[in-house]
């Protein structure tokens, strides 16, 4: 009972202490959104010069972080939305809207007139009604400098049948915020937590509000029970049985003058509507899951899979001091039982290599056994997993991971085997099994019981790499991994703060997201880059890696210094150059 006391007194703290900073950020960041909604009208007024819907066949849309991913609730589509690239030098936000055709693997790119202003760290939501619809509430816009951050708090609708945008203007809704969570819960959206920052300050959310589809109203509830601590980019999922679950999450406090202190959230908590139909009764209670949980991490992304489970996909654990911040990426993955109130590793199983059942009698087992005389039979293989290390046009390395399957069994297949092995008998042909690198603030959902992956981020030294590749995967079989779209290395732009105020102009192609405002690209960057690899240490004939490598270290070492920043930790300076020499010896032997 004393402990339960102290947490309650702790969590009200943490509100009174919330309440006080939003007012404090309020004040400071009211002059910065001023000026950063001049800038939003202006691209405002450029979307409102379209006037009709143009819906364009596309190449898969540019590196983004912090979109949403959606599944059209009547077609076998995707919808992608918003989000953001940053380039080392500029921040591009977008309100670009692009539907990803399963079935053919296409996308195309919808021109719709009045759209929201350009936003990352959002939230939408899909309901089935009226043909469908995506409501999109909240979010980000930041200055082009990444210094200024200006937080909506605008709803929006997308009505999918018609392909048009509609602002609904309701009052008494939450303040602008981004990195909160949303969910559809009945005839309900309800919003929870997120953050508001400015220059100098921040503030973490740990309210609820719920929005009526219905009469279209905003109320902010105030559950009973103790309520998870102000949190932004947790995990919200409605149950079965119409309660909510939140997990994990990420916050920061100050700890003393310019220094910050994040947290990475683990608990759960359980908000549930106790009132009787037509009454709101909520109430929070702490949630004790069962099962292997996720490791600590932010930036992790969240859908809904089949069999009422939940699937937890990457992320990132940042180790903070007083003078760094190291990330660990992840690309693995957890499932959350509703049911059982369970977590359990994901775990792929592989390609199908060998028969699952054979219906033989005990005659036709033993001549099978017999085989050729003194021929052993060989044991299965294991997978093999193989890490690539990519060279950027600039020379810094992409970590790629590949599970690389062995051989299956030769031999065809009896008529007597069962229709489970139909699709296994691949007789000895070698199927590469990829997964995503790791990543965090990836866009994930599920349709049809199949997950998919789509961009993200991570970062090497003091570079940020930006995603535009897509993954899915089975999460009914979990055999592997597939690849609709792949990543291609020389998207990849990054413009040191070194470099001249007019190259952050140059070949932003991968940056606006075909936004006709932005598309001014430079391929003479790309023509004078060319041979730059032939400056590189040449491998002589014959020459086996160890060598090349004692020969060139302190060259590829300089190389990695250069690239990382004079802060970067020796150990994996001296790690990516021995990586990017293991790459340049592979591609010239």
């Not at 509830?221 to 049985?241: D, F, H, N, V």
């Not at 999460?475 to 070194?498: A, F, I």
């Not at 936004?515 to 020459?543: A, L, Y």
Request: hydrophobic share 30%; proline share 5%; glycine share 10%.
């Amino acid at each position: 009972m004393v402990k339960k006391g102290k947490k309650e007194k702790k969590v009200k703290g943490a509100e009174k202490t919330a309440a006080k900073m939003e007012k404090k950020v309020s004040k400071r960041s009211k002059r910065e959104e001023e000026d950063l909604e001049a800038l939003i009208a202006e691209f405002q007024a450029l979307d409102s010069k379209k006037t009709q819907v143009v819906e364009t066949a596309c190449p898969p849309p540019s590196p983004r972080l912090n979109a949403s991913l959606s599944v059209h609730p009547e077609k076998d589509e995707l919808i992608l939305f918003g989000g953001e690239y940053f380039n080392g030098q500029k921040t591009f936000l977008y309100s670009d809207l692009f539907f990803y055709n399963i079935k053919k693997n296409s996308w195309t790119k919808a021109d719709v007139p009045n759209p929201p202003p350009r936003r990352c760290a959002h939230q939408a939501v899909v309901v089935s009604q009226a043909g469908g619809q995506l409501w999109v509430f909240g979010g980000e816009f930041a200055s082009p400098d990444g210094e200024q951050f200006y937080h909506y708090k605008d709803l929006w609708v997308l009505h999918l049948a018609t392909k048009t945008w509609e602002q609904i203007k309701a009052t008494g809704g939450p303040s602008g915020r981004s990195g909160h969570r949303m969910v559809a819960c009945k005839r309900q959206l309800v919003v929870f937590g997120g953050f508001h920052e400015s220059t100098r300050d921040y503030v973490y959310y740990n309210d609820v509000y719920t929005f009526n589809l219905d009469t279209f109203t905003w109320a902010r509830i105030a559950p009973s029970g103790t309520a998870p601590s102000p949190r932004s980019g947790c995990q919200m999922t409605t149950t079965p049985e119409g309660g909510i679950i939140i997990y994990g999450g990420y916050s920061k406090v100050k700890v003393k003058k310019d220094v910050d202190k994040g947290s990475h959230h683990t608990d759960m908590f359980l908000l549930k509507n106790e009132g009787k139909e037509g009454q709101d009764k909520w109430a929070w209670s702490r949630m004790n899951s069962a099962g292997v949980r996720p490791t600590p991490r932010s930036g992790f992304s969240l859908a809904v899979g089949p069999n009422n489970r939940t699937v937890l996909f990457g992320g990132v654990y940042d180790e903070e001091d007083d003078e760094s911040l190291e990330g660990d990426f992840y690309n693995d993955m957890y499932f959350y039982d509703m049911v059982k109130n369970r977590w359990f590793t994901g775990q792929l199983k592989g390609p199908k290599t060998e028969k699952k059942k054979r219906r033989r009698d005990k005659k036709a087992e033993e001549e099978g056994a017999g085989g050729e005389p003194g021929v052993e039979t060989e044991a299965p293989q294991e997978p093999v997993e193989i890490v690539k290390e990519i060279v950027g046009e600039d020379g810094t390395v992409m970590t790629i991971k590949q599970v690389i399957s062995p051989p299956s069994a030769q031999g065809g297949a009896s008529d007597s085997e069962s229709e489970e092995e139909e699709g296994s008998k691949a007789g000895g042909a070698e199927a590469a099994m990829v997964e995503p690198c790791p990543r965090s603030n990836a866009m994930t959902t599920v349709k049809h019981g199949i997950l998919y992956v789509y961009g993200g981020m991570f970062e090497v030294g003091d570079r940020l790499f930006t995603l535009n590749d897509l993954y899915s995967v089975d999460l009914h079989k979990m055999d592997e991994w597939k690849v609709l779209v792949e990543m291609d290395p020389k998207t990849q732009e990054w413009l040191e703060e070194s470099d001249s105020e007019g190259s952050s102009d140059e070949s932003d192609e991968g940056a606006t997201g075909g936004d006709d405002e932005e598309d001014e690209s430079d391929d003479s960057e790309e023509e004078s880059e060319e041979g730059e690899e032939n400056d590189h240490p040449p491998v002589k004939p014959g020459e086996e890696y160890a060598d090349y490598l004692s020969r060139t270290e302190q060259y590829w070492v300089k190389v990695s210094r250069a690239n990382m920043g004079p802060e970067a930790k020796e150990k994996k300076v001296v790690k990516v150059a021995r990586a990017m020499a293991k790459v340049l010896y592979d591609g010239l032997v």
